[in-house]
Structure formats: C-alpha cells, structure tokens
C-alpha cells in the first residue's frame, strides 16, 4: 500500500501546495479565517483516541450486539494500526521534508516560484519525522471507511476534541464519515505541518487499507459462534502458523 513519491520541487503541484501551507499555516501573519484557525485547533489530538470513541459511541447509539460490536471494534482499531504502519513505511521509504524546512530554505530548492522565509514557523509544532505520507490522515481515511463500509457514508453523529488548547466548540457534529476525512486533510494544512499531497495520498491509502481489511477479515459469521458446540481451539489453530 505505499504510495508514489511526492512530486518534483520543481511541479506545479509542488508550487501550489507550497505557497498554501506557507500562507494558511503561518504561526504569524497567516490568511487564515476564524473558523480555519477552529478546525486547526480541533484536530490537534489524539487520533485514534477520538475515533476509538466515536466507534464506542456509534456502537451504543446503533444497539449493537456484543459480537457486532466486537467486529466493528476490532475493524477501525485494526484498519488504523495498519494504515500508520502504511504511513511509516512511506515516511521512512522518501524522506521528504516538512513544510518548516521547506519554507525556511525555500530560496535554496531550485524552483523560482517557491520564495523562502527564514523565519517561517508553523501554527502548531512539527512532528520530528517526515512528511509524506501524513499519519493523521491516514487514521482519519482509514477509520471513517472502516465504519462508513458497516454504518454506510451517510449518519449523524458527534466527535470530541482532545485538544485542551483554545477551542470555543469541543464538539462538531457531522451527517457523512466523508466530512471527517476531508477536514483532517484541511486541518494539517492550516497547522503548517502537511504539504496538501502528503495529506490526500494518505487519506487513499487508509481507505484502501480498511477496504481490504473489511474484504479479508473480520466477515459477518451469524450466530454460528455463539452455540455450545463452537470449539474455540480449534477456530484459532486455524490463525496458527506450524
């Protein structure tokens, strides 16, 4: 599930996501809005601690019986285990640089259209590792597909931030799983943490993750496991290498 490379100092792509992280994720003189400086603040979390309570609670308000409950469990927190393993392997495979570097020796890469700022800083403070592929997102691609394929893509509900800095709403509600993922993509932009192609290339990746996951385990068994005649040990030998 690795991604491609990010693109050439010298892309277009590479310019624009440049300029954007540069202007919106300034820790001074930034253009972003009140509600952008909000949604910034919001998902400077815990990930998977947010969207393990959201599963829990969605699993409650559904009525959900142990065993699905148990699936649905065990379907997000495995899906997003693998999807930051994913990111990893990405991060450590192109080495590429954050934007505080990037932006700090922009006069030095290459590419005329990219200006430098020596004293450039992000809203919030950049992860010691590097940027391509964004680990938020791939949690926030992962997790959202993992409940949207048992739930579907449309549902109301509710998410908490785990930020104690400066936020005027803890809560935001939404009524598509697909709201999540593209706010957190907004979000490590408007931080000055992510370049915009590290974010969406790991919100791919994530869903492609927790689809494959959905498709290869974790399948809905009825209620054959509930009878007196199931035989534990021998359902894991199974799972078990000689």
Do not use: C
């Amino acid at each position: 599930f690795r991604t491609g490379p990010p693109p050439k100092l010298m892309s277009p792509e590479y310019t624009r996501a440049y300029n954007e992280v540069k202007n919106l994720g300034s820790a001074t003189a930034s253009d972003r809005t009140h509600d952008q400086t909000e949604l910034a603040n919001f998902w400077n979390g815990n990930f998977p601690g947010q969207f393990n309570a959201l599963a829990r609670a969605l699993a409650i308000s559904e009525g959900l019986s142990i065993s699905e409950s148990s699936r649905l469990l065990a379907l997000n927190a495995v899906s997003m285990a693998d999807a930051l393993i994913t990111a990893w392997d990405s991060k450590v495979h192109y080495n590429f640089w954050r934007p505080i570097s990037a932006i700090q020796f922009g006069d030095s890469d290459g590419n005329s259209k990219t200006d430098g700022d020596a004293a450039w800083l992000p809203f919030v403070g950049t992860p010691p590792y590097s940027d391509h592929t964004s680990g938020a997102n791939s949690l926030s691609g992962s997790s959202m597909r993992a409940l949207s394929l048992i739930f579907g893509g449309n549902m109301d509900f509710e998410i908490t931030t785990t930020n104690p800095g400066p936020t005027v709403n803890d809560t935001r509600s939404y009524s598509k799983f697909s709201e999540v993922r593209d706010e957190v993509v907004e979000a490590r932009i408007l931080q000055g943490i992510h370049f915009r192609f590290a974010d969406v290339d790991a919100r791919k990746q994530g869903e492609h993750i927790a689809q494959w996951a959905h498709s290869h385990y974790f399948r809905p068994v009825g209620e054959k496991f509930a009878t007196e005649n199931f035989d534990a040990e021998t359902f894991l030998l199974g799972f078990r290498k000689p």
